[in-house]
């Protein structure tokens, strides 16, 4: 058994189904957008479906929340998943045909119409960022709950993931570059490492930012992780030597913050990083608290994984049969019990989306 630094005991039992008892974050919900540059007409491509949730059936017998598999065909691939809340959830399609995005209003997935966004991030449901893929430079776009608007300013060539602090105070997070908008317009901000591939981003605070990603020495990538101080980026030590992408960081406080990486699951306690869980592939990682954080990606053999902490111990929560064999590339946690993931299956499968109720 593995424990944090801060001494609690993160040991990974197996349970049927786990119920967090948590509450939570408080996000904006309101609706989301389906217009965009290109205009409106939003394709329906999956629906959100209605499975067990936590109440009680027509017995009286409580019924237990529990992953399923909503969509199994979709012919674009989900990158990344970001949302303001339980109605207002977006995915990254990189590679659709023509251009568009996922988005959720609460009962349906639909397709959206527009730029070839590779990142989203945001507020609330009427301030939400999007970065469009282009060809030299990337373009960000904002959502006011009406429409998007072409933002002023200079990016670099291409973003994985945007993190809002505030409306006045938006990082995102690419290849060889980080970003930053100050209420009026987007600029690139040198990082510690400028070689350095970020990957994903979280921030508590102004001054208390975190960007994790990886370089390359020679013919090895190696992991990286910096921090902002309000003032400028610094490299940050961590407990994992060799090849190795720190790829996904989420936390619910500034010392209370996790990273997951290669085949490893960190936690900072404010003050150092410690090697939580070993043999976790990258998955994607998101919470609503302290006691309710969700991980997920693949264990040694490959299969998918599901673990909640919830706030002392990671337990594993089973996956449908249909889904065992999903490779995810994102979670977000809208509510307690209330989880979507997003990935694809085997060559020949179609890209899926998984849903926690």
Known sequence: MVTASSGEDTSVSETSNETPTSGPQETSSGSGPQETSSGSGSQQTASGGE???????????????EWTLVEDSLEVQPFSIWGSGPDDIYAVTQFAVPPSYLHYDGVSWTSVPGPVFSAFGGTAADDVWGIELADEASVAWHYDGTEWTQAAGQLGAFYNAVWAIAPDD????????LAHYDGTSWSTVPAADPEATFVRGWGSAP??????????????????????????????PI???????????????????????????LHFDGT???????DIGIGGISGTSASDV?????????????LHYDGSTWSETPVPENASDTFTTGIFAAAPNDVWAIGFGPPGSGHRILHYE
Not at 223 to 229: I, N
């Open 51 to 65: 499975t067990a949730s936590e109440g009680s059936s027509s017995t009286g017998s409580a019924v237990m929340p």
């Open 294 to 306: 969700w991980l997920t990606g693949d264990d040694l053999l490959g299969a998918t994984v599901m």
């Open 239 to 265: 407990p994992i030597r060799g090849e190795g992408v720190m790829g996904n960081i989420w936390g619910a406080a500034a010392d209370d913050v996790w990273l997951q990486g290669d085949d490893a699951l």
């Open 272 to 278: 150092d990083w410690t090697e939580v869980l070993p």
């Open 207 to 236: 001054d208390d930012v975190w960007a994790a990603g990886f370089n390359f020495a020679g013919d090895e990538q190696l992991p990286v992780l910096e921090h902002f101080d309000g003032v400028s980026w610094s490299a940050w």
């Open 170 to 177: 938006v990082w995102a997070f690419g290849d060889l570059t």
